[in-house]
């Protein structure tokens, strides 16, 4: 179970509620009266990738903050307001180039998301911008990110083409690096799911929505229900270990009505994503105080499952008071992996993730098997896995 919230990471998520609101400023101000080690804070804010919301925060607090920290958020804050206009029209240009091509596309996450939630980019952002095309379209989506100036790093741009039909399978995107912008990079979807149980994803094309960026621009995302069953999903397959991801999710339902707000839960069930959004729900109201109707609280609550899938939650974005990866701690990820299994009650979603998780890139690009004796991946998984271990600790020696 998870341990008492650190005072860094409840400083943390106070600057991280939205809107702004007295009560938010008096959550910053009390967090900030108390014994708090600076360092550490600035630790959490980085690691949760908050600063523009850190310092909006603390600014309409007008929390007291030693002069060195405010000046290091100000300087990082400006930074990522810089980083997040130039992904923005990075987007844009992206976008115009696809449209001009008759190719479809859809932003996720990043400038379009950040407007939707906060109606200003500097106060949230990605380290790269997702898109998601048509899976028939892919090759002339892969063409025309290249004519744009990128080059392929993951899968390598060397890997032949038989090695990569036999990463397919175990793959959603491509990601690409600008070959003279190096900052910009672009994660290249067919698929927002390895899981093809995951979530239905029929309605994304015909009910896409442009979230304006300008007078004149917007980019093409999802529509609202769509758009905010995937967040949910997306952040509990990340055992929403970076507080970004819930915050997103928080501003979304704290500017939407009531019966708005109940109407998107209800509508992520019945596209499969119910566990994934109360899972959210409930840890928006501990960590953001989020008010949604006590009917609607006491339901998503009874499950004993999606009560787990919270307290999981919280352990992964507290690990080391908040200011640790889970992945960079001795079996941090394991709970977190084991959750994945408890997000849907669909034995074939069960059945698909245990086959996901019991193959990796690694394995096959080392061994590749025929198509025939591909079930032994799951098999062969471990002494693969030995084998990779014990070469590195040789060349360590």
């Given at each position: 179970?998870?341990?008492?919230?650190?005072?860094?990471?409840?400083?943390?998520?106070?600057?991280?509620?939205?809107?702004?609101?007295?009560?938010?400023?008096?959550?910053?101000?009390t967090?900030?009266?108390?014994?708090?080690?600076?360092?550490?804070?600035?630790?959490?804010v980085?690691?949760?990738?908050i600063?523009g919301?850190?310092?909006?925060?603390?600014?309409?607090?007008?929390?007291?903050?030693?002069?060195?920290?405010?000046?290091?958020?100000?300087?990082?804050?400006?930074?990522?307001?810089?980083?997040?206009?130039?992904m923005?029209?990075?987007a844009?240009?992206?976008?115009?180039?696809?449209?001009?091509?008759?190719?479809p596309?859809?932003?996720?996450?990043g400038?379009?998301?950040?407007?939707?939630?906060?109606?200003?980019?500097?106060?949230?952002?990605?380290?790269?911008?997702?898109?998601?095309?048509?899976?028939e379209?892919?090759?002339?989506?892969?063409?025309?990110?290249?004519?744009?100036?990128?080059?392929?790093?993951?899968p390598?741009?060397?890997?032949?083409?038989?090695?990569?039909?036999l990463?397919?399978?175990?793959?959603?995107?491509?990601?690409?690096?600008?070959?003279?912008?190096?900052?910009?990079?672009?994660?290249?979807?067919?698929r927002l799911?390895l899981?093809?149980?995951?979530?239905d994803?029929?309605?994304?094309?015909?009910?896409?929505?442009?979230?304006?960026?300008?007078?004149?621009?917007?980019?093409?995302?999802?529509?609202?229900?769509?758009?905010?069953?995937?967040?949910?999903?997306?952040?509990?397959?990340?055992?929403?270990?970076?507080?970004k991801?819930?915050?997103?999710?928080?501003?979304?339902?704290?500017?939407?009505?009531?019966?708005?707000?109940?109407?998107?839960i209800?509508?992520?069930?019945?596209?499969?994503?119910g566990?994934?959004?109360?899972?959210?729900?409930?840890?928006?109201?501990?960590?953001?105080?989020?008010?949604?109707?006590?009917?609607l609280?006491?339901?998503?609550?009874?499950?004993?499952?999606?009560?787990?899938?919270?307290a999981?939650a919280?352990?992964?974005?507290?690990i080391?008071?908040?200011e640790?990866?889970?992945?960079?701690?001795?079996?941090?990820?394991?709970?977190?992996?084991?959750?994945?299994?408890?997000?849907?009650?669909?034995?074939r979603?069960?059945?698909?993730?245990?086959?996901?998780?019991?193959?990796?890139?690694?394995?096959?690009?080392?061994?590749?098997?025929?198509?025939?004796?591909?079930?032994?991946?799951?098999?062969?998984r471990?002494?693969?896995?030995?084998?990779r271990?014990?070469?590195?600790?040789s060349?360590?020696?």
């Open positions: 179970m998870v341990s008492r919230l650190s005072p860094e990471f409840q400083l943390a998520a106070a600057c991280a509620m939205w809107p702004p609101s007295d009560r938010r400023s008096e959550a910053i101000r967090a900030t009266a108390g014994p708090l080690h600076w360092p550490r804070f600035l630790g959490v980085e690691r949760h990738r600063i919301l850190v310092r909006d925060g603390l600014t309409r607090a007008r929390a007291e903050v030693p002069p060195e920290v405010i000046s290091e958020i100000e300087a990082k804050a400006a930074i990522a307001v810089r980083e997040n206009l130039v923005a029209a990075e844009l240009r992206l976008q115009r180039i696809f449209e001009k091509a008759k190719v596309i859809l932003f996720v996450k400038a379009s998301l950040t407007a939707l939630a906060f109606g200003n980019l500097g106060l949230s952002g990605g380290q790269d911008i997702d898109v998601l095309v048509p899976m379209t892919l090759s002339l989506a892969t063409a025309l990110i290249a004519d744009a100036g990128y080059r392929r790093f993951d390598p741009p060397n890997l032949s083409e038989k090695d990569l039909r990463l397919m399978p175990l793959r959603k995107d491509f990601t690409f690096v600008h070959q003279t912008k190096r900052q910009l990079v672009v994660e290249l979807h067919w799911f899981n093809p149980h995951a979530m994803q029929a309605s994304f094309w015909p009910n896409s929505q442009i979230v304006p960026l300008t007078a004149a621009e917007g980019l093409r995302t999802m529509g609202n229900e769509d758009l905010f069953a995937y967040l949910c999903l997306h952040g509990a397959l990340h055992w929403w270990n970076r507080l991801w819930l915050a997103d999710i928080n501003a979304l339902m704290a500017t939407a009505p009531a019966a708005s707000v109940e109407h998107l209800r509508a992520s069930e019945a596209k499969g994503a566990r994934a959004t109360a899972q959210a729900a409930l840890l928006c109201q501990r960590l953001f105080g989020t008010s949604l109707p006590d009917p609280m006491k339901s998503l609550r009874r499950s004993a499952a999606v009560r787990w899938l919270e999981t919280l352990g992964a974005m507290t080391g008071h908040g640790r990866d889970p992945h960079d701690v001795r079996f941090g990820t394991t709970r977190g992996s084991a959750s994945s299994f408890l997000l849907s009650t669909s034995w979603y069960r059945l698909a993730e245990l086959n996901i998780q019991s193959r990796n890139q690694a394995d096959v690009l080392a061994t590749a098997l025929p198509e025939r004796l591909r079930f032994l991946y799951p098999i062969l471990l002494p693969l896995w030995v084998g271990h014990a070469v590195k600790r060349a360590r020696k």
